[in-house]
C-alpha cells in the first residue's frame, strides 16, 4: 500500500483516508472513490487528496478485519460484520472467557497494521457482552499478513468461550454460640446472587454447630447436588481445622487451601465422592469480588481447578486497591453493628411516553401483559427488597389500573410534567425510612428479578453511603441503588434530569455491577418497542 496525497483528478480506485464533505452529503474515509464521487470533490474544490493506493495483493482494511474476524468464530461466540476496520466478537451465552496469550501474542506479533485485542483470563461474561475485537490500523494492509494470521488461528484458536452449566448447589453453614441468624440469611442471599448469572441455584441450605461430626452429617446430606459451598463460623487457618477434619471425616478429600488473592486467602478446595467442595472465606460473605469468584465460577463453566491452578492466581491477585474496584471506605462503616440494610425499589411509571408519539409505552403488552405490570412483577420478585414504590402522574388511572392485585404502594407525583426530577424526589420522600432506593425505569423489558438480587446485595454488602449502578459491557446503566443520605442531592435536581450528576460527583461511593443487555434496553420509541416484542 502507499500513502500520501494525490491530484484528485487521478484519485479514481484509491482509498480516501480523511472524510470530505462534498454538495449533499460526505464521503466517508476509507471510501474506495468511483469516478461520480471523484467529479464531485472537484466539484468542492478539491484539488488534492490524500489516499491510499493499493498494491497488488492488498486488502482494505474491512476485507482484511472481516477475514480475520472469520478465523475467530467458534461455538458460543458471535462475530459481528467488519465496520473501519474492526471486527467485534460478543459472548453467545453467559460463561468465562479463556483466552490463549501465546496465540494471542503470536497474532500481533504478524505486521503491526494488524491488531487484537481481548478481555483478561477467566473475565466471566454476560450473553452480549464483546470479548475481543480486531482493529486494521492502516487504510489497507498486506494479504500475505492476514494469511499468516489465518494459519496461526488455524493451529489454535485465540480464545474459546466456556458457558457456565446450572448446577445444584448445597450450602451449609456452620455455627458458634452467638452466631447472628441474620448474617447466615444475607450470606444466603449472597449466595444465591452470585450463582444467579450463571443459571445455577441453592438446591439446599443447611445449617449446623461447627463441630467436624456435625459438619460431616451435613456434607452426607448432599448426594444429590452438583457442588458443596460450607461457610464456617470461623476461618479456616490449618489443614486439620474443623471443615477440612469434616470433609475427610465424610470421606473426601483436601486438594487445596489457602490462595494467593486477597481477599480470599483462606479459602478451601475439596472433593467429596467427585463432587467439588469449597470452604468460603470470610469475604465471601459479601458481594465484592474475592478469589471465591475465581474458583467458584470456573468449577460452574466446567472448567477444572486444582492446586496448581490456585497457586498460579498470585499475579493480580490483589483485589483491595485496584483502582477500578471500590477501595476500602475509611473509618468504620455505618451498619457496623450487623444490622441488615433495608433496600426499597421505586419504579418510575409517571413519564408521558413523549417519544412514542401518543401511546403510553407502559401500557403496551409483553407476552400479553402490560409492559408496566411486567416490570412491577420483576421488582416484586426480588427476593432483597424491602418494599416496592410505583410513581404515576400521566395516564394515572390507567397505569393504576394494570397493577391492580399487586402490593405495591402507589406514590402520586403530580408534578410529572417538571420531568423525571420529580418522579425521583416523589420516590425518595416515600423511601426516607429505607438505607437504600434502587430506581427502577419501568421500561426495561429484559431485566429480571435475579439482576434486582444482585443489585441490593451488592448495595448491601458495601454498607450505607454506596451508590450501585447496573452496567452493560463496562458502560453504566439502568438500574441505579443510591444511598439514602443522598436525599438531598436528589432533592436539589431540577427538570427532567436522573441521578447522573450525584453519581458523576461521587465516584468513590460507587460500585458498577455487570447484567448485561439487560442495563441498557429500554423501549422509548415504537420501533425499540416492537423490536423487544411489545405491542401497543
Known amino acids: 500500500m502507499r500513502f500520501g496525497a494525490v491530484p484528485t483528478r487521478e484519485a479514481e480506485g484509491t482509498l480516501l483516508a480523511h472524510s470530505k464533505s462534498v454538495e449533499g452529503g460526505k464521503i466517508a474515509k476509507g471510501t474506495r472513490l468511483t469516478r461520480d464521487e471523484v467529479a464531485a470533490l472537484l466539484a468542492a474544490g478539491v484539488e488534492e487528496l490524500v489516499v491510499a493506493r493499493l498494491d497488488a495483493g492488498d486488502l482494505t482494511e474491512d476485507e482484511a478485519a ?16 467488519a465496520a473501519t476496520g474492526r471486527v467485534n466478537v460478543f459472548g453467545g451465552a453467559a460463561g468465562l ?145 474443623v471443615i477440612p477434619a469434616a470433609i475427610r471425616m465424610a470421606g473426601g478429600t483436601v486438594d487445596h487451601l489457602g490462595m494467593p488473592v486477597d481477599p480470599g486467602n483462606l479459602l478451601l478446595l475439596g472433593r467429596l465422592n467427585g463432587r467439588p467442595v469449597l470452604g468460603a472465606p470470610g469475604c465471601a460473605r459479601s458481594p465484592k469480588e474475592n478469589g471465591f469468584d475465581w474458583v467458584l465460577n470456573r468449577l460452574l463453566a466446567d472448567l477444572d481447578v486444582s492446586g496448581e491452578d490456585i497457586r498460579k492466581m498470585g499475579v493480580g491477585g490483589l483485589l483491595m486497591e485496584i483502582a477500578s474496584r471500590p477501595r476500602p471506605r475509611e473509618g468504620k462503616r455505618d451498619d457496623a453493628d450487623g444490622d441488615e440494610l433495608s433496600v426499597d425499589v421505586v419504579v418510575l411509571a409517571a413519564g408521558r411516553s413523549s417519544r412514542m408519539g401518543g401511546p403510553n409505552k407502559l401500557l403496551a403488552e409483553f407476552d400479553g401483559k402490560p409492559l408496566i405490570r411486567r416490570t412491577v412483577e420483576t421488582a416484586l420478585g426480588a427476593r432483597n427488597a424491602d418494599a416496592v414504590r410505583v410513581v404515576v402522574g400521566h395516564m394515572r388511572a390507567d397505569v393504576i389500573a394494570a397493577l391492580d392485585g399487586l402490593d405495591v404502594e402507589i406514590v402520586g407525583n403530580p408534578h410529572y410534567t417538571e420531568g423525571l426530577s420529580s418522579s425521583l424526589k416523589a420516590g425518595f420522600i416515600a423511601s426516607k425510612e429505607a438505607d437504600g432506593v434502587l430506581v427502577m425505569l419501568a421500561d426495561q423489558p429484559q431485566l429480571t428479578s435475579q439482576d434486582v438480587d444482585r443489585l441490593i446485595a451488592s448495595f448491601t454488602g458495601e454498607g450505607k453511603g454506596a451508590i450501585v449502578a447496573a452496567c452493560d459491557r463496562g458502560e453504566r446503566r439502568n438500574p441505579v441503588v443510591l444511598a439514602s443520605h443522598f436525599a438531598p442531592a436528589i432533592e436539589a435536581l431540577i427538570g427532567d434530569v436522573g441521578a447522573a450528576r450525584i453519581i458523576a460527583a461521587n465516584p468513590e461511593a460507587l460500585v458498577e455491577v455487570e447484567i448485561g443487555s439487560a442495563a441498557s434496553l429500554d423501549v422509548d420509541t415504537p420501533e425499540a418497542l416492537e423490536a423487544a416484542g411489545g405491542r401497543i
Open 97 to 241: 472467557f479463556v483466552p490463549d496469550r501465546e496465540t494471542i501474542d503470536r497474532v500481533n506479533a504478524v505486521d503491526p497494521a494488524i491488531t487484537l485485542a481481548t478481555l483478561g483470563e477467566f473475565e466471566p461474561v454476560a450473553g452480549g457482552r464483546m470479548v475481543a475485537t480486531v482493529k486494521i490500523i492502516p487504510l489497507a494492509v498486506a494479504g500475505a499478513s492476514v494469511e499468516r494470521v489465518l494459519a496461526i488461528l488455524a493451529e489454535k484458536p485465540a480464545f474459546r468461550l466456556s458457558p457456565f452449566r446450572p448446577r445444584k448447589v448445597a450450602l451449609i453453614q456452620t455455627e458458634l454460640p452467638g452466631t447472628r441468624s441474620k448474617m447466615l440469611d444475607k450470606t444466603r442471599r449472597v449466595t444465591e446472587a452470585r450463582l444467579a448469572p450463571t443459571g445455577s441455584e441453592l438446591a439446599a441450605e443447611m445449617r449446623c454447630p461447627h463441630e467436624a461430626a456435625a459438619l460431616a452429617e451435613a456434607l452426607g446430606k448432599t448426594g444429590e447436588d452438583d457442588l458443596v459451598l460450607v461457610f464456617g463460623a470461623s476461618a479456616v487457618i490449618d489443614g486439620d481445622d
Open 66 to 81: 472481516a477475514r480475520i474476524g472469520g478465523g475467530l468464530g467458534g461455538s458460543h461466540l458471535v462475530v459481528a460484520d
